[in-house]
């Protein structure tokens, strides 16, 4: 423990008197593979599509057939509700679960709730537009409830998963000399596409209706191939092991048997097998 310690100490030290001071070190190796990940994870996070569910869930769920304001910002509310306390698993059991195996469940889930509402949307609607040139889906009343249920279960599935992890892999990864700057990129380009989503999305869900689903739960299915062949596992990680995790192949399926023969050299545990 005072040999770790002392470790800690002496690493952060030198991250203090060899901190940079300009952007272009972050495209340099071995610093740029994180940084890409860094970027890529939280550009994945918005193509999840949540900003869209709370963005616009009032139109949503009037599109699906709630009726009238109060029934849609109820709706609304407990899309929030359940937000919020569907991220207290991850709270609880993300060291146990694992960064891969959360992210590749979430990706999935997440995807399927898209694709049902999907083919719900699609097979059932009935466009027509009121008055104020509002457009209506016109669904049966099942599938409306349905599709409000996966919605539900699509925020869910995110809140356990892209929600949390989002924010927690890129700020593991960096050392401490570069971390500041490399986090400011990673969040800036979270920034940039809610901004991009949040702009396209109300003309796309006026217009393709369906199909946007389609294209989130597309996206969702990819990520689930993206986080197996690039992301390594970090979960029960030091800081300084990082160097050594990342240091090897960009593939990170491949890379487990040198991290695995890492790992029983020096007795670490670690019992994720994806």
Request: aromatic content about 12%.
């Amino acid at each position: 423990m005072i040999a770790e310690l002392r470790n800690i100490k002496t690493a952060v030290q030198i991250d203090r008197e060899t901190a940079v001071t300009s952007y272009t070190e972050l495209l340099r190796p071995p610093i740029r593979r994180r940084v890409i990940l860094g970027v890529l994870m939280r550009i994945l996070e918005q193509l999840t599509g949540i900003n869209v569910t709370l963005y616009f869930a009032p139109t949503i769920f009037k599109q699906s057939g709630l009726t009238g304001d109060n029934a849609s910002l109820l709706a609304q509310g407990l899309n929030g509700v359940i937000n919020c306390l569907a991220t207290v698993p991850a709270i609880l059991w993300i060291d146990k679960w694992g960064r891969r195996k959360t992210l590749m469940f979430g990706s999935l889930a997440c995807g399927i709730s898209y694709f049902i509402q999907a083919v719900a949307t699609g097979a059932t609607q009935n466009k027509t537009y009121d008055d104020n040139g509002d457009l209506n889906l016109n669904m049966p009343t099942g599938v409306s409830y349905l599709v409000i249920v996966f919605i539900y279960v699509f925020v869910a599935s995110f809140a356990m998963s892209w929600g949390p992890i989002g924010w927690i892999y890129p700020s593991e990864i960096f050392p401490t000399h570069i971390r500041s700057k490399a986090n400011s990129v990673t969040t800036a380009s979270n920034w940039l596409f809610n901004f991009v989503i949040g702009l396209v999305s109300p003309i796309l869900i006026k217009r393709i209706t369906w199909g946007l689903d389609l294209i989130f739960a597309l996206i969702m299915f990819a990520s689930v191939a993206i986080v197996f062949l690039f992301f390594p596992e970090t979960k029960n990680r030091t800081l300084e092991e990082m160097e050594f995790i990342f240091g090897g192949s960009p593939w990170a399926h491949k890379d487990k048997k040198r991290i695995a023969e890492h790992d029983a050299t020096t007795n670490h545990y670690m019992d994720d097998k994806v």
